[in-house]
């Protein structure tokens, strides 16, 4: 079963890395701390894989390098080039014997983590997201805690769509941690 799990987890970095690719290819731009690992684990893997046939031995190689081990979250609107020593979703990361967990944790990622990068793509979805909450303050059906904790989540939005749009190549990065 663990074999089959290892072959799932490849073919998902898989999947995911072809895409970044084909993005970074149509000239999507990426941002956050970590823009530069996307684009590299996305060469990367272009050069080293793209086009060949992922067998159990390439589907294990590929998950066990470290430095293509990129996940997307669509629910947080960004990508996680994961790096188990900077992971600020793994609250055991400097007491781990083996470096930490070798996978993000979805459920307790942090905007200031050095691993985050941000794609045209998750920004258009973050713009839909924002016309959303804008709808739903318009309407006014929500309780007063709620519509403020939305309008709270709505300058926070649009403030990574902000950094992401300023962010240019050549630049200091502006979401990384100072």
Known sequence: MLEILDQEKGLALAETLTEAGE?????EKVSGPAADRYRAAAAEFSDRYAGTYLGKRELRA???NPRLQVYEDPKAFLTCNHDAFTALCDPDRDRARDGGRSTPDHSRCQSACANISRTDSQITALRTEIVRIDDAAEAGLDPFPIAAREQQRRAHLADIIRRHDAQQPGVADPEAPR
């Open 62 to 64: 590929l998950v066990e």
């Open 23 to 27: 993005r970074l290819a149509a000239g």
